[in-house]
């Protein structure tokens, strides 16, 4: 097994540099906060599908999630499985509602669905809760990358902190779908050639299924990881995908038919992922009964399982791609969180609490700096939980169940059910919520005990107060209005610019300048590994090319391109 060298960490820092690029490249796109929070509501569907999965997808996948495929198995696959049915519903129910919501945070919907006290409640709380998934991540993305270059913990969060809040607070949404799919774009070859290479070290799909231990391949009706475990996780995690960062990507694009685009596109990457990303892992069991040391010390050493089959089977240079993959499945995670974050901020907090008349240029102003304190806070956090040698997978566990079985439910019942009155989604949202603290940090339930006790009280709550609906406000009453009414983006978005032709040919091109640059690696690795190299450069390069020939709607690109001519004038007058 190797470590990584030089050549890999010129790889991590060509990538950083890139996502600097980004970052001033789509800082032309935001002329507002309605831009900067949403794109518009012109963000191509691939792109922000691609941004959707991404943001649901983080370092954790290789860290906590790998840990759980090296000691159990399938039951891994299990979860991701469960991830990928969350996103039929939103295909069949909540894309299309969420795009005909016609906001710009899910914060703004919640004071039109319910009233301002819920709005105020949720966005306090939301904020505060979310620092520590979002912690939670940054922190699984230090443990990857010091357990394969042995870099100090602390210092690997600081320096990845402070690059994703930095083309966030550059480029808002914008920045975050167009790295994300950049991101996806290099992650997705990287693992694909690294099954190839797992499986023909342990002789195939069949010598792997025959070298697991049965445990490995076998789900228990109970226990941890057995099937009402991973029923318990698929209810858990459709609250979380069906709201928050996810429905923000939904209201992103041009109408309900890309909202739904994105929810399959989901389902489907969620379940071929749910093979790719965890039989690395698993043939790591039958390489390594016991995992070799690293210069890291993990809570959990079975969590550098991605990263020492990476090590053991990668040459260097793609050790270094490998670890880039690794801050792009995190920084999708992180960025998105960001931007949501900021965008509570700025316009549920800021704008409805003192500057109810903030013209967009204050707002997008407002927007940087509260990115910049969210990015801030989470690093700080992120720090506190290196140094007290927490898990990766049970801090993420249970602040992702928390927040998803408290938030969940009003938010995504308020969509479907109009006759409830403005204070059931703030009763719905507080019996979840206390329910969890005490069953997270007083009684210390199990998801399955969380889900049986958390899910029936707060459904119970919320259908409950039916009875006492006084009848619409005229805000709820605006709201179903624009839930019944189809989404005509030529009407609606006449005066936004179209920028899905610019946004693929840049991506197009560097997606392409990366794979042509991946083959000067031929120029280091043995000649038994080139072909290795080849493949990776091969895939990449095949997705950038097919990107070149995607294009936008003509006459809202012309206004893009009018739109990029002006920008040219003001900053050379």
């Not at 929810?263 to 070799?292: E, H, N, T």
């Not at 206390?434 to 709550?461: D, R």
Request: a positive charge; one cysteine or more.
């Amino acid at each position: 097994m190797s470590t990584a060298n030089r050549l890999d960490y010129l790889v991590i820092v060509l990538y950083a540099l890139l996502m600097v690029r980004v970052g001033f490249y789509v800082l032309r796109f935001n002329r507002g906060a309605a831009d900067y929070f949403r794109g518009g509501s012109r963000i191509p569907w691939l792109v922000a599908g691609l941004s959707c999965f991404m943001s649901g997808f983080s370092a954790w996948t290789f860290t906590g999630a790998a840990g759980v495929a090296y000691r159990s198995g399938i039951a891994a696959i299990g979860l991701y499985i469960g991830n990928g049915l969350s996103f039929l519903l939103g295909y069949f129910i909540f894309a299309e509602r969420w795009r005909r919501s016609r906001i710009t945070t899910v914060m703004e919907y919640l004071a039109g669905r319910f009233n301002l006290a819920t709005h105020q409640v949720f966005s306090w709380s939301t904020i505060f809760f979310q620092l520590f998934t979002s912690a939670s991540t940054l922190f699984g993305l230090s443990l990857f990358v010091s357990a394969a270059c042995g870099f100090p913990v602390t210092w690997t969060i600081v320096g990845a902190g402070a690059l994703i809040v930095f083309y966030c607070v550059l480029g808002g949404l914008w920045a975050v779908v167009v790295t994300d799919f950049l991101q996806a774009s290099i992650l997705m070859p990287f693992c694909l050639v690294l099954v190839v290479m797992s499986l023909l070290r342990v002789g195939g799909v069949g010598g792997l299924v025959h070298a697991l231990p049965a445990e490995m391949k076998t789900i228990h009706w109970s226990g941890e990881f057995g099937w009402f475990y991973l029923a318990s996780w698929t209810i858990m995690v459709s609250f979380g995908y069906n709201t928050s960062a996810m429905a923000q990507r939904y209201f992103s694009v041009d109408d309900e038919r890309s909202a739904r685009k994105i929810a399959l596109l989901c389902s489907g990457l969620f379940f071929a992922g749910a093979f790719i990303w965890f039989l690395p892992p698993m043939a790591m069991r039958v390489v390594y009964p016991v995992l070799p040391s690293l210069r890291a010390t993990l809570p959990k050493p079975s969590e550098a399982a991605y990263a020492i089959a990476s090590l053991t089977l990668l040459p260097h240079g793609l050790i270094g791609v490998m670890l880039a993959a690794m801050f792009s499945a995190t920084m999708a995670n992180l960025s998105a969180q960001f931007n949501l974050k900021s965008a509570i901020l700025t316009k549920d907090m800021y704008q409805a609490l003192f500057r109810k008349a903030a013209g967009e240029r204050e707002l997008l102003v407002v927007g940087w700096i509260t990115t910049f304190l969210i990015g801030g806070a989470t690093t700080v956090i992120a720090v506190i939980m290196a140094s007290s040698g927490q898990s990766v997978f049970q801090v993420m566990l249970t602040f992702n169940t928390l927040m998803s079985l408290a938030y969940g439910p009003p938010a995504l019942l308020g969509l479907a059910v109009r006759r409830t009155p403005p204070w059931s989604g703030l009763a719905s949202f507080a019996t979840g919520l206390v329910l969890g603290i005490l069953g997270a940090f007083v009684y210390h339930w199990t998801l399955i005990q969380q889900v049986a006790i958390i899910i029936p009280s707060s459904f119970g709550v919320f259908f409950v107060s039916m009875l006492l609906d006084r009848g619409d406000w005229p805000a709820r009453e605006q709201l179903f209005r624009n839930l019944n009414m189809p989404v005509d983006a030529g009407k609606e978005l006449k005066d936004s610019a179209d920028f899905t032709g610019p946004v693929f040919r840049f991506l197009s091109r560097t997606i392409c300048a990366i794979g042509i640059l991946s083959l000067l690696l031929l120029l280091d690795v043995p000649s038994n590994q080139r072909l290795t190299v080849i493949w990776f450069a091969l895939l990449t390069i095949a997705v950038g090319g097919s990107l070149f020939f995607i294009r936008g709607n003509v006459t809202a690109a012309m206004n893009a391109t009018d739109h990029e001519k002006v920008l040219v004038v003001r900053a050379n007058p």
